[in-house]
């Protein structure tokens, strides 16, 4: 909902810019300039005229009206989808005695519902409208900073230029970087075998080996209570549904999956395991696409599916087993599976790669990680290059926090780094602090009022769009493609067409 809220808000900023056109009547009054005494000077006549008038349309406190409508009805949706949702999982957690659904149904209800108050009150006590007047500052510095940036770079070429700002809308318009992302989900294949010979399918010959918990990855087990994705199982096959829209649910039970495990892939049914529902997928992209306009980035999001069969792949490594082993095992994945370009073979397509990010929802990693991210180029906080770009994260509940991790990820994947306070999208418990900074708690109670959530701020979107100019090619920016004409050959002197002697 917030999001819709942030496209009426760009689009009515496109109309700041258009003039409108009226033709008005006037009237004036005529005289003879005489000396007094003369009779000629003593009659005056007024004179009609049409005359074209235009007028430049302010629609700042008309946006600010539709912003504040649509977040105050966005913002209730929200609490009470929250709120229902969350009673119906305790419902039919308690019938089914599932108490991982009671737990989650819980946790829903309340942190919605206490977050839906917060940003009323928000609202209502005016937090939303400093929000607004503090963002449509910083967009205005921030276009004057990247045309900057850009005029730095590319000012000896003058049609580059022109090009790069019309395409990020720097002059008028909802000004960003358009990019196009997809975002992947793995899948596992219950009858996939890597060899024709293979004595079981690699599902079963993986979960003998010890290499993963097909249990834990289909649902059944978690070994972790503050770790518990929404894995998903889908029979194969065509199944007659009763439509009405909304996600498809045709899951194996767990005797169907020990009659798999126990028969060694013979017998039950067919299916396929996801990292996560299509409903946690879709909260995260909305999440990512709507934070990212903090930073002047407008993401749209395809979504796809890439099939892992390999442990490393499925079970990836975390930093319990060293950062430089993480990056470089991420580095083979995101090369193998996903098909990006590695820097040290392919300058030029790793570079053509940040153009197009990618993120991609994977099973588990060795530790309590939830997202990596390779980086391609140093940032100026400090992040090293990596040898690919692109970023992993996983699933986890509840979604009022954990919504957050692709567009943290994707802050690194633009070269920031981390920092203290859980109001920024770029804190890690891991390595930043929330509240043993004198300054944090003040600041985080003031950015509950004016943010009202986790947010970038303006020297973040300074940073991520330093490492844009300098390391995104032209083209990704907005510059067309140089055209380079071919004309055929021409004769040398003193030869026919035919390459004969005259």
């Known amino acids: 909902m917030a999001l819709v809220c942030t496209e009426i808000t760009e689009w009515i900023e496109e109309q700041v810019s258009k003039p409108v056109e009226e033709w008005e009547e006037r009237q004036e009054k005529k005289c003879k300039n005489y000396p007094w005494y003369d009779p000629r000077g003593w009659v005056c006549w007024f004179v009609t005229y049409v005359v074209k008038v235009i007028r430049w349309v302010v629609v700042t406190v008309g946006k600010w009206v539709t912003r504040t409508v649509c977040k105050l009805v966005g913002v209730v949706v929200e609490a009470l989808a929250d709120l229902v949702g969350g009673l119906w999982d305790v419902i039919v957690g308690i019938f089914t005695l599932d108490w991982r659904r009671i737990v989650d149904g819980l946790l829903r209800a309340v942190i919605g519902l206490g977050l839906g108050l917060i940003r009323v009150a928000r609202i209502v006590f005016l937090g939303d409208t400093i929000k607004f ?175 892992v069969t390999a442990g490393p792949h499925i079970v990836q490594i975390g930093y319990d087993q060293g950062a430089a082993q993480a990056h470089a095992a991420l580095t083979q994945f995101l090369d193998t599976i996903i098909g990006r370009h590695r820097k040290s073979t392919d300058v030029a397509g790793a570079i053509a790669d940040l153009c197009h990010p990618v993120i991609v929802g994977i099973f588990r990693y060795t530790d309590s990680l939830r997202g990596l991210t390779n980086n391609l180029q140093r940032s100026a906080c400090g992040l090293s290059g990596k040898d690919n770009s692109g970023l992993t994260f996983i699933d986890n509940t509840p979604d009022q926090i954990w919504r957050y991790v692709p567009i943290h990820e994707l802050g690194h994947y633009f070269g920031l780094c981390h920092t203290d306070g859980a109001d920024r999208i770029m804190f890690s418990p891991r390595e930043s602090t929330w509240w043993a900074k004198w300054y944090l708690i003040p600041r985080t109670l003031w950015n509950v009022y004016a943010q009202g959530e986790p947010s970038f701020t303006y020297d973040e979107a300074k940073a991520a769009w330093d490492y844009i100019v300098a390391n995104f090619g032209a083209q990704c920016l907005g510059a067309r493609p140089v055209v380079i004409e071919k004309t055929a050959p021409q004769p040398r002197r003193g030869t026919s067409p035919m390459g004969t002697p005259r």
């Not at 358009?178 to 992947?184: D, I, V």
């Not at 039970?253 to 017998?267: F, I, Q």
Request: glycine residues 10%.
């Open 133 to 307: 007047i503090i963002e449509e500052i910083n967009k205005a510095r921030l276009r004057e900073y990247v045309r900057g940036l850009l005029g730095a770079k590319y000012g000896a070429d003058p049609d580059a230029l022109a090009q790069i700002t019309a395409a990020l809308h720097l002059d008028h318009g909802a000004f960003g970087l358009r990019l196009a992302a997809t975002a992947y989900r793995t899948f596992l294949d219950s009858e996939v075998r890597s060899t024709p010979d293979a004595t079981a399918p690699d599902l079963v010959l993986l979960h003998e080996q010890g290499a993963i918990n097909l249990r834990e990855l289909c649902g059944f087990a978690f070994p972790r209570f503050w770790n518990r994705p929404r894995y998903k199982t889908l029979k194969k096959g065509v199944v007659v549904g009763g439509g009405g829209g909304g996600e498809f649910d045709n899951p194996i039970s767990e005797d169907e999956l020990n009659t798999y495990l126990s028969s060694r892939g013979a017998d039950g049914p067919t299916f396929i395991v996801l990292p996560m529902r299509d409903g946690a997928l879709d909260t995260k992209i909305a999440t990512a696409s709507e934070k990212g306009r903090e930073l002047a980035l407008m993401l749209s999001f395809a979504t796809d599916r890439v099939p």
